[in-house]
């Protein structure tokens, strides 16, 4: 293997959104949306950040593009430190790095039609000479599968498949090296779904992109990727290789949350490990490990100590997770509490 | 299979809107049954109609909705034929449902207490101290930690695992004999949604009731369902039990959906997703309504639409393929159409 390039890399990231309250409307509080992540995406690779709904994965991309303006933290791209640009230099710098929100629905103008919604792009940017724009948008819908002729068209008179195609051809249209995809795919039926995964791999291999992966969905995710992170209220708990954290998760969490996902095979055994309750605030958020509320294995030590990303023998390239007793699980000395008695009585949320 | 067997029997159910641009048929002649204690997969995409059908059965349907024929036989009376006060005896007492988003479906004005003991108050007649203890026992029943105190809490008090734990218990509340969950854990995370199913297949085996599943989401069937009617564009084109299902699927629709899957649990190469999207319900296609994206389609299935045919298990399948009348390769594998599409 050649040497990896790295393209991205965020060192602490930390993202608090402000509450505010109180008679004189003060900060009285934080969301701790990140808190403290860092990882390296390398040139030409996949990497997905998944987990459920406030573990931090849509903030962290929107921080990286700092569409919100990150709390602390650096990210680079390509060396640069992109927080301490300018906003005029960010938008240049938006050049590089696109993304491709959720609903397609919601993210193109439905008074605008294709050719004009892409032409936005390329004219923000400065991408392509005026007079060349018309033919690259022609070329553009035909590479992401739609029609010349479609470029007249109003956002309605299509398909969500479709919108989330024009999606991506406007984000391709400014060349980007790194596209952030932000649950793109979520909305889609499964049928077209696949298209749309399918069209982001040949679009990878031709242009030579490198994907920022976000999603909930795990099947989607061990499709795409090269590379996992999985985040859980706002920090990483385990990241690794695609093989290697499919086939060995080594966090707590990780394996319940695979083990959670119903199998589309009715003989499939389940071995499903049911997490109690749901996720705290994030507002608060748990002590020591911030699984351990919910955690079948957690002791006195997981509610104090704050867990580091590790690696142990058994892991393999660079899989790293976040807990302390990665080593006992695995040898059976530690074993699950038994919660099976209360195992569906969940402790609500308190906020 | 007789009807006292069969706690559900729908027969060529049509049901359409009528909307400026004309008629559209969101349910054109579905048919399925559903045995006594028994869980159905309602399986399809957007559009698919399954949703329509559910709303059909409680005859939910709001203005421009219509159903226009077929029969609903819920314990062998046709329900269709009902008043709109015998439907309102069925519903909750009888058939009740739960929705996909807990979070509009509830009322944020009223605790949930007060909403679970609406439905008790009115089918059960009990008075309010009665009530209220009841749908503590309700809550209890589906998992939710000190009732006495989460009674009084407003749904914006509780997360959305919870609420849908509240919708399932006013849905019970009256012990019904049949549940429609129409995408009940949809909008809730894996490790929620993994909560959600368990507490319903509990309560199922506990009250013995039959469940209705509508679901976009073939792992959530596989787990949960005995039976699986595969919908689309309006009609049911696939029905059997859900190893038949899984293992031997036969309706080129179904075969495509499972290879459009990516999956967690296994490692795939490319996956193979189906050509083009759902017709429009303005223009539906003249014969089969899978034609224009069917790698198999022949002259025959873009020109007439097949009927669903049983075999003597009760496996149903809506396709020319398994007809006499085919016209095409008599070898034809289903389960092959990548080298299909090459060649044609």
Request: hydrophobic share 35%; aromatic share 6%.
């Amino acid at each position: 293997m050649t040497a990896k390039k790295e393209l991205l890399k965020v060192e602490g990231l930390k993202q608090y959104f402000p509450i505010k309250g109180g008679f004189f409307g003060r900060t009285v509080n934080h969301v701790k949306a990140v808190d403290d992540i860092s990882f390296t995406v390398y040139e030409g690779e996949t990497v997905s950040i998944v987990g459920e709904s406030g573990c931090g994965k849509s903030t962290t991309g929107r921080a990286i593009l700092r569409l919100d303006e990150p709390t602390e933290g650096v990210v680079s791209f390509e060396g640069k430190d992109l927080t301490e640009l300018s906003r005029k230099e960010m938008r240049a710098m938006r050049k590089d790095l696109q993304i491709i929100f959720q609903d397609p629905y919601a993210s193109i103008n439905p008074r605008q039609i294709v050719s004009a919604v892409i032409e936005e792009a390329m004219d923000i940017q400065n991408a392509v000479p005026k007079k060349d724009r018309r033919k690259r948008i022609e070329d553009l819908l035909q590479t992401v599968g739609l029609q010349k002729f479609q470029a007249d068209r109003y956002p309605h008179e299509f398909s969500g498949g479709q919108r989330q195609r024009i999606g991506i051809a406007r984000a391709l249209s400014v060349d980007p090296k790194l596209i952030i995809c932000d649950e793109a795919v979520s909305a889609l039926d499964v049928s077209i779904q696949a298209q749309v995964l399918n069209l982001l791999e040949e679009l990878q291999e031709e242009f030579g992109l490198t994907y920022l992966f976000i999603s909930h969905d795990l099947g989607v995710v061990r499709h795409i990727s090269d590379r996992i992170i999985v985040m859980y209220l706002g920090k990483i708990v385990e990241i690794g290789d695609k093989h290697s954290l499919f086939d060995n998760p080594k966090h707590p969490y990780t394996k319940a949350l695979l083990s959670a996902i119903p199998v589309p095979d009715p003989d499939h055994k389940k071995d499903r490990i049911t997490l109690r309750g749901d996720v705290p605030s994030p507002i608060n958020p748990p002590e020591g490990c911030r699984f351990h509320t919910r955690c079948p294995f957690a002791t006195d030590k997981c509610k104090t100590d704050v867990p580091e990303l590790r690696t142990v023998d058994i892991m393999k390239d660079g899989h790293q997770a976040a807990c302390h007793y990665i080593e006992e699980i695995e040898s059976g000395e530690h074993k699950a509490k038994d919660y099976s008695a209360e195992a569906i009585v969940g402790k609500g949320q308190e906020v | 299979m007789n009807s006292s067997e069969n706690i559900l029997e729908i027969r060529e159910l049509r049901t359409s809107f009528f909307t400026d641009e004309g008629e559209v048929k969101a349910v054109d002649g579905v048919s399925f049954e559903l045995p006594r204690g028994k869980t159905i997969g309602i399986v399809g995409e957007s559009g698919s109609g399954k949703s329509i059908t559910a709303l059909s059965i409680l005859n939910l349907l709001a203005k421009p909705g219509e159903i226009k024929g077929g029969e609903i036989r819920f314990k062998g009376e046709n329900i269709l034929t009902y008043s709109e006060k015998q439907m309102r005896e069925i519903r909750g007492n009888d058939i009740s449902m739960i929705f996909q988003e807990p979070m509009t479906s509830l009322n944020p004005v009223y605790t949930v207490g007060q909403q679970i003991m609406e439905s008790i108050r009115i089918h059960q007649g009990l008075n309010k101290r009665e009530a209220k203890l009841k749908a503590i026992e309700m809550l209890k029943l589906v998992g939710i930690p000190s009732p006495e105190k989460r009674v009084d809490q407003y749904p914006f008090e509780l997360s959305g695992g919870m609420r849908q734990r509240v919708m399932i218990a006013i849905a019970l509340s009256c012990n019904p004999d049949m549940l429609i969950a129409d995408e009940p854990t949809t909008a809730l995370d894996v490790t929620i949604q993994a909560q959600i199913l368990d507490l319903i297949r509990e309560l199922q085996n506990k009250l013995n009731m039959s469940v209705m599943m509508i679901t976009h989401d073939l792992g959530v069937v596989a787990e949960t369902c005995d039976y699986v009617a595969v919908m689309y564009a309006g009609q049911v084109v696939e029905f059997s039990d859900v190893r038949t299902l899984f293992k031997n699927p036969r309706h080129p629709y179904t075969v495509g959906l499972l290879n459009s899957l990516p999956r967690h649990d296994i490692e795939q190469e490319k996956l193979k997703p189906i050509n083009g999207t759902v017709p429009s319900p303005h223009n539906m296609p003249k014969g089969c309504r899978f034609a224009p994206r069917c790698p198999f389609a022949t002259e025959l299935c873009r020109e007439s639409l097949p009927e669903l045919v049983a075999d003597e298990n009760n496996n149903q399948i809506r396709c020319w393929i398994y007809s006499d009348e085919w016209d095409g390769d008599p070898e034809v594998n289903v389960h092959d159409s990548e080298e299909r599409t090459a060649k044609g």
